[in-house]
């Protein structure tokens, strides 16, 4: 079928119906008890149970304004075919809202974009598309609503700034990730390359390579799929520039950047260290401020036990549990429901792929303190929810 050659609508700025949207926002998503526990210096206390919750914690300003603008274009318009391109955010209970509502996603089986013409509105996620993807949706002329980030869009303007410079981007993220892929696609736009690292131990084997060490067919066989297409490691780490995915653990973004700085220095000496390595810090705020509020908290006595809510796809929940795994019991769980009694949790171990049941995971009697805090991606209402569960089981 020929292609309507209409050109795509694209909303980035809303739709004009915050005000009419705000109810039913507040109804799926807000807590009363979370206000109160809030206000009550972030602690909620009842029989031999203590809770605290981190001074950060739920929703980040990208993920409020996404749902927020979906709500809105359910709103704007009532008839026409509405889908996601996925999950909008990586947390499944606003996701079956928003499938509640009727929204589609384009990620489901039998789903195509190929599909979609000028009558149906797509929403981008907070963590943005690739390139070739909004191309293609710009092709079949949709009403776009776009509401990716600014901090993401923070890290495409730096990856676009390697790639006019002439510096691979080296972007330390998940490669399966959506917000990385995006961001790698950037990169690839404006003519540059790009080497995706996951953490230390991958960063090491690049700055092997950088020193001269390391074997070519052995970097390519374990960065083939992250890099770009047709990637040299002698020619392409000549210059890099760091770039984070925005929910990476800071501190191990802040080592990696220093790993790559030394390993050029070495290879090129510290007066020509500005011709081959750049870096900036895209970690976004709402991430560093989430991470910095537990890290407080288990600096200032740690709880007896730490519970994180949030998708267990969502990077930033996994790396605030993999802060609190450090210090104190941590259960990653992704709703309240994985609460299952007073002797049984089901929760994602950090490090761990899959989900598995606990007994014993709360102590039966006795005064017991317990740390709690939330995935940006994740509403009040499921933390209320938990908290309510949890006097529940300790009534
Ligand atoms: S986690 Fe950060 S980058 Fe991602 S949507 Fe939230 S504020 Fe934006």
Sequence with gaps: MPVDRVTSVIFRKGLDLKHAVAGMLAESYHSDLVDRIKADDFTYRSGRLTVRLAREFGFCYGVDRAVDYAYQTRKRFPDRPVFLTGEIIHNPHVNDQLRAMGIGFLSDPGESIERLGKDDVVILPAFGVTVAMLQQLERRGCTLIDTTCGSVLNVWKNVRRYAEGGFTAVIHGKVWHEETQATASHAVTYGGRYVVVLDDRETGMVCDYIRGGGEREAFLARF???????????????????????????SESLAIGEMLKAAMMDRYGEAALAEHFQAFDTICSATQDRQDAVVAMLADAPPDLMIVIGGYNSSNTYNLARICAQRCPTFHIADPNCLVSAATIRYRPVGAKEETLTEGWLSPAGPITVGLTSGASTPDNLVGAAVERLAGFCA
């Excluded at 083939?224 to 984070?244: H, M, Q, W």
């Design 224 to 250: 083939g799929k992250a890099a770009s297409a047709g990637f040299d490691p002698d020619r392409d780490l000549g210059r890099i520039g760091l770039a984070n995915q925005t929910t990476m653990l800071m």
